[in-house]
């Protein structure tokens, strides 16, 4: 069956960096685009940023732009989040989720959703 794991969060202060990742199994990952989401307490879940099945193209959510980048290594079915200057603000649970068609900023439109993984920024 389609496992999406994510990796990478922590607790950091504002500021700081966090690099998470994601690693894909049972989906042919090339095929996919990929998208980052994240839900903090409180709060409807939110998109964060998408990248293509090809990696050409990436949209960020507004809140992220220039601070965060989303990268993909195809040949290790694996997604990234680079989030630098981190806010308070970036507080959530992040997901990882794969949509076979195109990068969305929908989460209804993506097939699969990993577990999620915390990140918390301290100020």
């Known amino acids: 069956q389609v496992q999406l794991v994510e990796s990478g969060g922590g607790l950091v202060q504002a500021g700081g960096s966090l690099r998470l990742s994601c690693t894909a199994s049972?989906?042919?990952?090339?095929?996919?685009?990929m998208g980052w989401f994240r839900q903090a307490p409180g709060k409807e879940r939110a998109f964060v940023t998408t990248i293509s099945a090809n990696g050409f193209i990436t949209t960020y959510a507004d809140s992220v732009k220039g601070r965060f980048t989303i990268s993909r290594d195809n040949a290790k079915n694996a997604v990234y989040l680079e989030m630098n200057s981190l806010k308070p603000e970036d507080t959530a649970v992040y997901y990882c989720?794969?949509?076979?068609?195109?990068?969305?900023?929908?989460?209804?439109?993506?097939?699969?959703w990993g577990q999620g993984t915390q990140v918390t920024v301290s100020s």
């Open positions: 049972g989906l042919t990952f090339g095929s996919y685009a």
């Open positions: 989720a794969a949509n076979q068609l195109l990068t969305s900023r929908l989460g209804r439109e993506y097939d699969y």
